[in-house]
């Protein structure tokens, strides 16, 4: 198995040399930090993905949680993770000072997140779940609440989870029935059923903490009767003793893939004695749930990218290290036998894979830098960098959690039969990989979310903000000779997104909705492969600057080969969105009038 699994210095180049995550130290939220402790947290996160969570990866996959006397028993490394997970800061890395964070820049906070993704992803959950949902009782609870869970929460003492799903809604969460009656101290008495809960209960914490929504008695039908609830499992009572909340666990899942993290099925209130404790405002759970909703979907495209740049150096250093046939050219069969990297098509197949995780990851970074100057900013400037969050949202989340599944596929074929076997990692991160076009909603979800919310949102504000971003950077580019061409073909394929735009949103004009959103997904396709041409044109500006500056130093092979995989995005994948811009331009109404008897 590759030991190395991310490339520092790609991080490094993002961070530094394209969103120069160095400019945000002279904001006063950020000032205390410097471009050093930067270094620093890197190089911990570095070690800490070697040392405390790959040496598991494959006995977190072998030995699964198991459900045993009502309680989920995890891999004995879980509670080893949390643990130095919460002395260390990494769960509260990004949160502010005052509750005990580092208030660290999100940018920065995204890496160690990337990095645990890729050394263990299962392992990497449990902390950063904890991680969104204590911000979210930071963010929207009361005084009480913030000093009874953050610090145990941070600690790495209880878990945190997002109970959201039920048996009966799936992911249209309006018909939730979770059921929440006022008690008469302030708290509610809580009863129903919650699916498909990530560390929803295991023994490598003291207790787990549920960011759960529910209907208060009496509340609106739909989405606008939600609200927002903590339920402990084990809940302090008047002495800070520990009760059981009467949270059950009704059994665990079976994974194809992802399986050193329990996902459980639970039950609330079966003695009609769980306790929950509102957050935020009556009725308005699902608008404060989605503060936690985006950042997972934020998340999800973090650890696709992890677990695709895992794949892609265990597949790059098999393909180095494997000898097998000979150059289309050589005549002599009696020749050296050449490393399977110098074929033609395996070269493609890597690049395939890098271009997708660097792609990826820089769409990511560039969602963190835009989080951070909504943090720091005011009036105007703030609203413009929330709403391109608000667009890049399902992109950053979709195109990484689609993409995986390829490009770890590819790297599992640059190994063969041997790819197949267990006795390769490429097997389990192909199955771990495809959870994600599922959780924290689907693929199709993200596309009704883009061409359905977002875009026309604000009479399209957002959309018009991020093509102004992307054409910023064509006209940088055009500024490069070497880059020209490759501006031009960006140029085109933003009139094309704009074309293909207009027609759909007249279609929603003309009261043809379902014509108009019958192949979101597609648009959503689509749009990504855009957004990742405009990343890799700015990562190629970056690398043409930087060869300019220094055209024989020692990283001239790292600038190379970004410039090579930004030619092989620009010349394999950009033209793919012809296609799709046909189908989309057709207004192809089979799938609306396909009626289910057909089938």
Same mark, same amino acid.
């Given at each position: ?40 947290? /890197?190089?911990?996160? /570095?070690?800490?993905?070697?040392? $405390? ?57 995204? !890496? ?6 890729? =050394? ?16 979210? &009782? ?11 869970? &953050? ?11 997002? @109970?959201?799903?039920?048996?009966? @809604? ?38 787990? !903490? ?30 800070? =003793?520990?009760?059981?909340?009467? !949270?059950?666990? =009704? ?78 050219? =050589? ?14 098509? !395996? ?39 929330? /709403? ?85 950077? &064509? ?28 027609? $759909? ?95």
């Amino acid at each position: 198995m590759a030991d190395k699994f991310v490339s520092e210095r790609n991080i490094r180049f993002l961070l530094y040399e394209v969103f120069d995550a160095s400019s945000l130290l002279k904001y006063p939220r950020y000032a205390d930090h410097s471009r050093e402790a930067f270094d620093m947290i /890197l190089e911990t996160a /570095l070690k800490l993905g070697r040392d $405390l969570f790959k040496p598991t990866l494959r006995e977190m996959d072998k030995n699964q949680p198991e459900f045993v006397d009502g309680q989920v028993k995890v891999h004995p490394k879980v509670k080893e993770i949390m643990q130095i997970c919460g002395a260390g800061g990494w769960i509260s890395a990004t949160a502010p000072a005052e509750l005990g964070g580092q208030q660290l820049p999100v940018i920065l906070g995204f !890496v160690p997140m990337f990095i645990f993704s890729a =050394a263990n992803y299962a392992g990497s959950v449990y902390p950063y779940l904890t991680a969104g949902a204590a911000h979210l &009782i930071y963010s929207f609870g009361t005084a009480e609440l913030i000093n009874a869970y &953050i610090p145990r929460m941070y600690a790495g003492d209880w878990q945190g989870t997002m @109970a959201l799903t039920e048996p009966q @809604a799936g992911s249209s969460l309006s018909d939730i029935t979770t059921l929440a009656e006022p008690g008469d101290q302030g708290h509610y008495r809580i009863r129903g059923q919650k699916i498909f809960i990530s560390t929803g209960d295991h023994d490598g914490v003291q207790n787990v !903490v549920h960011l759960l929504l529910a209907r208060i008695a009496g509340a609106p039908a739909g989405v606008k009767g939600i609200s927002l609830f903590v339920v402990p499992k084990m809940r302090p009572d008047d002495n800070g =003793a520990l009760v059981f909340n009467d !949270v059950h666990v =009704a059994g665990i899942y079976r994974k194809m893939g992802y399986r050193g993290a329990p996902i459980t099925q639970l039950s609330f209130g079966e003695n009609n004695d769980c306790r929950g404790y509102l957050v935020g405002q009556p009725n308005r759970g699902l608008s404060h749930m989605f503060q936690l909703m985006n950042e997972a979907r934020i998340a999800v495209g973090i650890a696709a990218a992890g677990i695709a740049s895992a794949a892609y150096y265990a597949a790059l250093e098999y393909t180095q290290q494997r000898p097998q046939g000979r150059p289309l050219t =050589a005549r002599d069969p009696l020749s050296p036998q050449v490393p399977i990297i110098e074929h033609h098509d !395996v070269k493609r197949m890597l690049l395939f894979q890098r271009a997708v995780v660097e792609g990826s990851l820089s769409l990511l970074m560039q969602c963190g830098k835009y989080i951070d100057l909504e943090k720091v900013l005011e009036g105007k400037e703030k609203e413009k960098y929330n /709403l391109l969050l608000e667009i890049l949202t399902p992109v950053a989340k979709s195109y990484p959690a689609e993409m995986v599944i390829l490009a770890v596929s590819q790297a599992l074929q640059c190994l063969g039969g041997y790819g197949y076997c267990d006795e390769f990692p490429l097997e389990q991160l192909y199955r771990d990989a495809r959870i994600h076009p599922i959780h924290e909603g689907t693929t199709g979800i993200q596309g009704l979310d883009l061409l359905g919310r977002k875009v026309p949102m604000k009479n399209g504000e957002a959309a018009m903000l991020l093509i102004q971003e992307i054409e910023k950077t &064509i006209a940088l580019a055009k500024e490069e000779t070497q880059l020209q061409p490759y501006a031009r073909e960006l140029e085109e394929a933003t009139d094309k997104l704009n074309k293909v735009t207009t027609h $759909l949103v007249s279609l929603a004009m003309q009261g043809k909705v379902d014509l108009f959103l019958a192949d979101s997904t597609l648009y959503l396709e689509f749009f990504g492969i855009i957004t990742i041409g405009w990343q890799w044109l700015l990562q190629a500006l970056a690398a043409e600057k930087a060869l300019k500056k220094n055209p024989t130093g020692t990283d001239i092979n790292f600038y190379q080969g970004k410039l090579y995989t930004f030619r092989y995005f620009f010349q394999y994948e950009l033209p793919k969105i012809e296609s799709l811009a046909k189908s989309l331009l057709a207004s192809n109404q089979i799938t609306v009038e396909m009626k289910k008897d057909f089938f």
